[in-house]
């Protein structure tokens, strides 16, 4: 089973390419897709897009999990953040995908057990699951392991 996970955002996006295979947990690939602040907005959703299509398209997922929308302070920020998601959105029903959505704190306590964990505790968990102590640099990376692990969780409980 594989599946990719996403921290959707507009100037960084973050993906996981995720398989488990009997009782192992494999990460694929994980990193970001960036967008320049000096680009129209539509030029930078069309970048997310393509750029995400070339990733789903190489590993074929069977699934896509992606975090929900929590309410920000900053509106302009939560709707740029929204649209991005609506690109993935699209892509996973194009290529007919499993739509798994989690919010901040089900992937915490999924992954750690407290829905309060920090970026170190969720670190910590996600090298222990994977052991592999070579985690990507940016948050955003982690963080869409961490949504990619609890939707093969989740979704596939039987694979466990």
Not at 12 to 39: F, H, S
Not at 57 to 64: D, F, V
Not at 71 to 80: E, P
């Amino acid at each position: 089973m594989k599946i990719i996970g996403i921290d959707p955002g507009f100037g960084r996006m973050g993906y996981a390419i995720v398989e488990k295979t009997g009782q192992k947990e494999k990460l694929i690939e994980a990193d970001c897709i960036q967008t320049k602040t000096g680009q129209k907005h539509e030029a930078r959703l069309l970048q997310l897009g393509q750029s995400l299509e070339t990733i789903i398209k190489k590993h074929k997922p069977q699934a896509l999990a992606v975090e929900k929308l929590y309410f920000a302070k900053n509106q302009k920020t939560a709707l740029a953040v929204a649209e991005a998601r609506g690109v993935v959105l699209y892509l996973a029903g194009f290529y007919q995908l499993e739509v798994l959505e989690f919010s901040p704190l089900e992937i915490k306590m999924g992954l750690t057990g407290y829905g309060r964990a920090d970026k170190n505790q969720i670190k910590k968990m996600l090298r222990l699951i994977l052991k592999n102590n070579d985690l990507p640099k940016l948050d955003d990376a982690t963080d869409a392991i961490a949504i990619a692990l609890i939707g093969l969780s989740r979704a596939y409980p039987h694979l466990s």
